[in-house]
């Protein structure tokens, strides 16, 4: 069974997950039914994505075959940033249960702290970042909604049986403490990239102090980036000596050290791959423990290397200033 972390709540967050960004739509139902028969109990998901259907259509599967009951799975979805507007907060999660075929979310997080101008499904979905991709130059419209206009909504999400847990995605430390002051049920959990190149200890640190989960993703680095251009090959931890010798120490792969580097401190770790091989050898990381020497190697490794930062992609990409990070 896989060990989890406690919610302030006395809910229990798997420590390993499934990400689901960019698997395939082809991919998505039999990866999800694959990975529910090793084991994997923890499916992260997000209307971004694209895939919800099809991620949708695997745990059906997943529950009609009998591998697992729904109460034993936990999913994770995201609110996207064009549905920030209270009115549009609750149609957003109701879009994403339809498609995922559930009743409820276990967690329901706000994706980022971005508020865009409003896309209708019917007009496109998921609506991506820009507002009009045919304009002659698209760009994307920041929309003037505060987090705790966002925040209220989601609370009611909650209260109506929705969502089991609500958190918050790529949020930084000041945004974090500034939602603690109003919110009436603080974020469960924040997820946030984090690797040993980018350690984040002091946002951990405040997470811990405040009962907030902390769940990372892309936890092997700059893997998922490579191929869009955000990162290069130089960068992959998985090659670097400190990793590979920690993994020959233990017979184990490169990936397993950094997953179990992830757990073993304290957070909750959602790799994704496409490989269905690869789904038992991430879910391996309980049966060997890194010591302290070890740990304190990776902990070492950190450069504050951010891959996924808006404040780089949406400018290369979209075309659009909009920093969330200093």
């Known amino acids: 069974m ?20 960019k698997i395939p739509n082809e991919q998505c139902a039999s990866l999800v039914q694959a990975a529910a028969e090793v084991g994997y109990r923890h499916f992260d998901s997000a209307c971004d994505y694209g895939n919800e259907r099809e991620v949708g259509d695997g745990l059906r ?15 994770t979805s995201k609110l996207w940033n064009t549905f920030h507007r209270s009115e549009h907060v609750e149609a957003a999660c109701r879009k994403t249960l339809n498609d995922l075929q559930l009743d409820y979310l276990d967690l329901y997080l706000i994706h980022f702290p971005i ?14 970042w820009f507002f009009d991709p045919e304009a002659a130059e698209p760009k994307m419209e920041i929309d003037r909604v505060s987090v705790a206009e966002t925040w209220a909504a989601m609370e009611q999400l909650k ?23 109003y919110a009436n049920d603080p974020p469960a959990v ?22 907030i989960a902390y769940t990372a993703f ?7 980036y490579h191929e869009i251009g ?34 073993q401190r304290g957070t909750a770790v959602i790799p994704k791959t496409t490989k269905t091989e690869r ?11 890194l010591s302290d020497a070890e740990m304190a190697t990776i902990d070492g490794l950190n450069r504050n290397q951010r891959y996924n930062d808006p404040g780089v992609f949406c400018q290369a990409a979209f075309n659009t200033f909009c920093p969330i990070y200093e």
């Open 190 to 211: 924040l997820q946030v990239e984090t690797h040993p190149y980018l350690t984040q200890e002091k946002l951990f640190q405040f997470c811990r102090e405040e009962q």
């Open 230 to 263: 955000m990162a290069d090959g130089s960068d992959s931890l998985l090659q670097i000596e400190p990793i590979r010798a920690i993994a020959a120490a233990h017979d184990r792969s490169p990936a397993q050290v950094l997953l179990r580097w992830g757990v």
């Open 115 to 128: 508020p865009l101008r409003y896309v209708s499904p019917e007009q496109r979905y998921p609506p991506g």
């Open 159 to 181: 209260q109506s049986g929705l969502v089991k847990e609500i958190g918050v995605c790529n949020f930084n430390i000041a945004l974090l403490r500034d939602m603690l002051a």
């Open 61 to 75: 599967g997943v529950i009609d075959s009998g591998v697992c009951r729904r109460e034993d799975l936990w999913v």
């Open 279 to 289: 789904l038992a050898e991430n879910f391996s990381l309980f049966d060997f423990s």
């Open 218 to 224: 892309s936890p092997l680095g700059a893997l998922s």
């Open 2 to 21: 896989i060990p989890s972390l406690s919610l302030r709540s006395g809910a229990q967050l798997p420590v390993l997950g499934l990400g689901m960004w």
